[in-house]
């Protein structure tokens, strides 16, 4: 079967630096995409991986091993926006997104 | 330009009613897709659309049909509601065409089946 794992919840200091990881076994694999979902909210596209390595973009960057099956999203400099849940999905051989439950995260001042 | 847009934002409604949930883009996406979204999982796909006039079953398809007839409007119906459908439903666009091909979402639908 196809799955996708993330830590169902993290809690971090505003200011701070958070990674939040996700690991997957998928039929295939044409590329990575990390969401954010504020609370009452629709996902908002974040970030694309399809090759190794890491892509920054602003406070965001985001890795991925394709051997390992594994990505993580980096988020610096937190702030209090950015509590919400960060949403790990991967596009399979059929070109369809296969989605983690999210990894809800909490900002402490 | 408002993007995706979704009606109604919440409903509740009777278990056995007909239910359509309305989806229109206006960023002349050619692909679409409908998803539910439950506490604890991940969004699952209901059915998608590649282009106007073709859909396709995703992983939840079951009580749950779609229909494409232009480029903008993608409604889903459930027939006959059961309260297993109580979800976040949430749409999608995409333009089918580019590597990234990412997924847009619009705002959702807070339905509750009793």
């Known amino acids: 079967g196809q799955n996708i794992d993330q830590p169902t919840e993290m809690t971090a200091t505003e200011g701070a630096i958070v990674q939040i990881n996700c690991t997957y076994q998928?039929?295939?694999?044409?590329?990575l995409f990390w969401y954010q979902q504020h609370a009452g909210e629709a996902p908002t596209f974040l970030s694309y991986n399809v090759l190794d390595g890491l892509e920054e973009k602003g406070r965001f960057s985001s890795f991925l091993s394709r051997s390992k099956g594994y990505s993580y999203l980096l988020l610096k400099e937190l702030q209090m926006k950015d509590s919400a849940s960060y949403l790990c999905?991967?596009?399979?051989?059929?070109?369809?997104?296969?989605w983690g439950a999210g990894t809800k995260l909490i900002i402490k001042p | 330009i408002a993007g995706i847009t979704q009606a109604p934002t919440s409903q509740i409604l009777a278990a056995g009613r007909r239910m359509t949930l309305r989806c229109t883009q206006d960023?002349?996406?050619?692909?679409m897709y409908w998803y539910r979204q439950d506490l604890g999982l991940g969004l699952r796909l209901i059915h998608y659309?590649?282009?106007?006039?073709?859909?396709g079953k995703g992983e939840v398809p079951d009580g749950y049909s779609v229909s494409r007839a232009n480029t903008d409007d993608f409604p889903l119906t459930l027939a006959s509601a059961v309260p297993s459908q109580t979800s976040v439903y949430f749409c999608a666009s995409s333009d089918g065409t580019s590597d990234t091909d990412t997924q847009y979402f619009g705002p959702g639908t807070r339905l509750t089946v009793l």
């Open positions: 960023m002349r996406h050619n692909a």
């Open positions: 659309s590649n282009t106007a006039g073709t859909t």
């Open positions: 998928t039929s295939g694999f044409n590329g």
């Open positions: 999905a991967v596009k399979d051989s059929n070109y369809q997104l296969i």
